[in-house]
């Protein structure tokens, strides 16, 4: 039997360009590699498993013969064409927000529900957003033994989460400021020295600050991202009335989110148990040694596959909770890396 | 009356330049500044309402004729020091962690507790940690009408909380990766391309990073600044058992510090209502209309006096609970500003 063919949607993009990269590094289970992207962007050349593949264009006979379709596209991109992908036989893998909350889109993270994915009656399955699935790995291993009950988390988001503009951004507003060794002491002093913020991705300036806001506004003062981290999590945890409360704050980081994490379980939990259970989890690691300076920091966990916890402590004043810091890259496990796991369980679903 | 006299000990530092700034703004209520440092100081001039003042080494003999002395300096040098001043006759107003938890001693925000500082036994008044007082207007002004019950608290802590040498830190992290439009996307490549760790005050790379951590180890994996918010916090608003948890985070931020609060309380509390009473609050401003991008960030409040709160949202699934973003100038109400309330309150004391 020849292998599935895999389309790659937005192949360019930020989260596309780690895409290719995980695909050339995974197990070999896909036949050809088909990379799709805007009109804009078709004839480029990029590189995947070490071969030359030339982009085509978007267009509903690019699917043809497609097993599986990833999308890392905008919203409305992936709205109008996972449909059409599906419709034409391939199981589409969504990245965007598109329809993470439809009921009748599984939504997958394939250390907490790879079951769901076989449960696609629109032959498609989303990806979680970034933030979520930075901590879905920790949160679903001690769900699974503890009973998760209620999670309160305020991040420090990478700049990439914003796509390739973010870290451009970044790296822009550096060059501006660096080398002026007073800048950050005046309100507004930041402000003034960086490009002009209409160019940019952030409402605010993201060099020598922390922004919080990700996302759009939705009721009641609410970020979509935080609302995201809500319902994605009940939802991949399979948990509909896990009370959720996030804060979610944009940090001059290039990629990897981290987040400050309280969780509150229906059983007793101590420490040490925890680092166990979450030791012996096949995609966690634990760097948690404060006495000798061993926590997970974005700069020493970037470009990596697995999420990292650290700073694990049992809050003090409330019973069954748990204080932890987690680190996942973003581009890669945030998004990459899981679409490419689920595209892999179909895969196997396929191969029967 | 002649005006009591002031003395500013650790004038030099960090904090004690600030607050020689802010010295030159307050209320004309002293009369004699006396500025005193280490030996290796003694004989700098330095400005202070707008007059220059040569620096006095710290000796028993420099608190003579003192009323309220400053101490701006570290732990150890306040512990020896500030019972010399306060047996001189002096009542030492002192911002290091010496003192702070000690019974005897109170512990002063003015807008919570101003009425503390006359009970006083061993002529003692200590100021809380920057990252306590930066939430503290806020949430005693909440807690006055409410009741506070429970407090969940993440920090993004500017470098400067730890001393002139964390900004210094960060400029030169900054110099020495701006320009490499690639740094922060492969693990460690910060960490190679700064300067010698060693030199710095964190324990990990801080430009293009966060670092879960601040202080010192304490028991059970706690960091002590994290174990600060707990126990001065219930000091300050008198609230033996509430129940606190915090994570200390240090960010890429020259000075300010923002903690995202999830604060439950006695009480059912609106949004509504909860902007009017904090806008109501002289020292604190209300910075919360997401829709027109407006949230406080610490580029645009640094320099200031006033506690900024924002992002104001009611958790969805935590009864009588607030989420919101608060953000306060580290060196200014965080150290500075509120030592020099507390002496001021005392000189009016004296005054009679």
Same mark, same amino acid.
């Given at each position: ?36 992207? #805007? ?115 305020? #991040? ?59 996302? #759009? ?15 994605? #999590? ?7 009335? +896990? ?78 909770? +748990? ?30």
């Amino acid at each position: 039997m020849s292998k599935p063919t895999l389309a790659v949607v937005g192949a360019t993009g930020a989260v596309g360009t780690v895409m290719l990269d995980i695909l050339s590094g995974r197990p070999d289970v896909w036949g050809e590699i088909r990379l799709i992207a #805007s009109p804009r962007s078709a004839g480029k050349v990029l590189r995947v498993r070490g071969e030359d593949v030339v982009v085509r264009a978007l267009s509903p006979e690019a699917f043809d013969g497609v097993d599986v379709a990833m999308f890392d596209v905008p919203d409305e991109v992936s709205a109008e064409w996972a449909p059409v992908a599906a419709a034409r036989g391939a199981v589409a893998v969504d990245n965007s927000g598109a329809f993470r909350m439809d009921p009748q889109v599984p939504l997958v993270v394939p250390e907490c529900n790879a079951e769901a994915v076989r449960e696609r009656p629109k032959n498609i399955i989303a990806n979680p957003n970034c933030t979520t699935l930075s901590m879905m790995a920790v949160l679903g291993t001690l769900h699974r033994r503890y009973g998760l009950r209620e999670l309160v988390a305020a #991040s420090y988001q990478a700049v990439s989460g914003a796509g390739a503009a973010g870290a451009e951004r970044l790296y822009d507003e550096v060059a501006a400021l660096a080398g002026d060794r007073t800048v950050g002491t005046v309100a507004g002093d930041v402000r003034k020295a960086v490009p002009d913020l209409a160019d940019s991705p952030f409402p605010a300036p993201i060099a020598f600050n922390v922004v919080p806001w990700a996302g #759009s506004l939705k009721e009641d003062g609410w970020a979509s991202e935080e609302l995201k981290v809500r319902n994605e #999590s009940r939802k991949i945890l399979g948990i509909a009335d +896990l009370k959720v409360s996030a804060t979610c704050v944009r940090v001059p980081v290039v990629t990897t989110h981290s987040v400050a994490v309280h969780a509150t379980f229906a059983e007793p939990v101590t420490v040490a148990e925890a680092r166990d259970v979450l030791s012996a989890a096949p995609t966690v690691v634990v760097l948690d040694d404060p006495a000798a300076g061993v926590y997970p920091t974005p700069a020493d966990v970037v470009g990596t596959d697995p999420t990292y916890v650290g700073r694990i402590r049992q809050a003090l004043d409330f019973p069954n909770t +748990l204080e932890m810091f987690v680190c996942g890259d973003n581009l890669r496990k945030g998004a990459a890396l899981n679409t490419a796991e689920i595209a892999e369980l179909v895969a196997a679903e396929l191969a029967g």
